[in-house]
């Protein structure tokens, strides 16, 4: 399987060289060139599968022998080991045909350890063999930077940095970066916010120089096509144990950069009878915006108490328009680079198959808090802001009772008590039992100034042999 850039001019790449990449030359994402389709009675056939056996098969074909068999079924099994319930992705019911997806059963309680878990494990595979050394970089506002480095603390091919705003994270998301134990590892607190952490990273793919002879930096965030696949399987593995295929189920996705609702758009292309995607944004509600009004606009950031999904172009949403415009690089490439200038739409067309294909709703702080509560009273079960906010959207758009709703939780409670105690919750949720001596291990990380000579110089000198 080839993968080809969304925006037409870049050549084409094949597993391995994608997964080693970030954006394309050109400045668009890798999607692949064509999608695996699988009939009801194939999917019917998975009903019996674990989820790592699971992953696998639907993995299989985008690695396209990459990495021979037996030795992908070890990467994944392995990507899954660590997860605290057997399930790995357990569903809850909440009330009536409405379900939670519980996808914060990794290592850092949140769902970016379903692909950071695989891409880490993919990564040492495929460097081990080609007996090359690599620079992981990226730059985090919370989730990524820790399910990034839980996922690579074992690889010995690489060295992973990981920038996040100084005094900027909460304590809780700084020790699940900091006190992870590694000479690969290196936490950088820059002196600035999140968007001068990814200015940073930006900066340093343009220009590679500063590092040793024979490295480059490798891309963690969810432009890497590899972190899009892992998460196609949790759609899968939900919408079987419901009833699929002979039985529809919608979904809504606390969405940001539209990296996981975007791997549920694959999932129905390939053949998973998904009734509705429901976008669920917070006030940074660009994509509610265009698909309410055909305006992409983008719009100052604001803060959230669902940091996580606070941004202010959702950089996946490229991914899905390269689809809308029948793939036609060209188009997007233009329409990309009036975006970067001024407010855009897109034809008729194109909008027409969004909307079909997605609904959104906006939930503001008040109605997550809201969210949180009233779900509480009426079940006992506790949402992280994120989650709320998924539920939210997914209530005001349902169509059809007698079709499953399955929200994408993608956080744990504990990882912010500020939302969950203006709920009313009486404490600070409590962390899992595996995390109980995170507040007291020792930290490591280097404070820099927001200065791109200060900070390559850092990495420079701290990349292993
Ligand atoms: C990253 C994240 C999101 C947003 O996911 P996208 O793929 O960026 O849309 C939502 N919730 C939580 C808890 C996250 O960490």
Redesign the pocket.
Known sequence: MKYISTRGKAPALNFEDVLLTGLAPDGGLYVPQTLPTYSPEQIAAWSKLSYAELAFEIVKPFVDGAIPDDDLRDIVNDSYSDFRNSAIAPLVQIDHNEWILELFQGPTL???DFALQMLGRLLDYVLERRNQKVVVMGATS???GSAAIQGCKRCKNLDIFILHPYQRVSEVQRRQMTTVEGDNIHNIALKGHFDHCQAMVKASFADQSFLPGGRQLVAVN?INWARIMAQIVYYFYSAIALGAPNRKVSFS??????????AGYLAKQMGLPIDQLVIATNCNDILHRFVSSNRFEKQELQHTL?P??D?VI?S?FERMLFDGYDRDGAAVADLMDRFSREDVSVPDSVFAKVRDLFDSGRVSDDETVATIKEVFETSEYLL?P?SAIGVHAARACWRDRSVPMVTLA??HPA?FPEAVMKAGYPESPALPHHMKDLLSLPERYEVLDNDQAAVQAFMASHINA
Request: charged letters at 20%; zero cysteines; proline letters at 4%.
């Open positions: 949140a769902f970016k919370g989730d990524t969810s996705v606390p969405t940001g950069n539209f990296g996981d609702i975007y669902s996580s999904m941004i959702s996946n992280d994120h993608t956080a990882k």
